[in-house]
Nanobody, 125 residues
């Protein structure tokens, strides 16, 4: 089992940067691909980025490509999402999640079986 705790959100201005963290406890973190999703009010949860177990493979939604970077530190059992050039449309609750597998990068919610509690990111214009 894996427990995930998201942190690092906040209120920022357009163009600013934030780094989100996802601290994992329990077994199997190093055997799982990890993902970040977000959910804005009234909208479905959407994929943001994913990273495989080694950190060598990554995958991004088109809306964040070139601005966001996903990375992980397996020694610290932590995954991160670096967000640069934030836009008001990035405003959402951000969730990290553990994939059911180690290497294949998925963008669908049902492929992930453990979720963090979410951290709010608000970007003002």
């Amino acid at each position: 089992q894996v427990q995930l705790v998201d942190s690092g959100g906040g209120l920022v201005q357009a163009g600013d940067s934030l780094r989100l963290s996802c601290a994992a406890s329990g077994r199997l973190f190093n055997d799982r691909a990890m993902g970040w999703f977000r959910q804005a009010p009234g909208k479905e949860r959407e994929f943001v980025a994913a990273i495989n177990w080694s950190g060598r493979g990554t995958y991004y939604a088109d809306s964040v490509k070139g601005r966001f970077t996903i990375f992980r530190n397996n020694a610290k059992n932590t995954a991160y999402l670096r967000m640069n050039g934030l836009k008001p449309e990035d405003t959402a609750v951000y969730y990290c999640a553990a994939d059911r597998n180690a290497n294949v990068l998925h963008s669908r919610v049902y492929e992930y079986d453990y979720w963090g509690q979410g951290t709010q990111v608000t970007v003002s214009s």
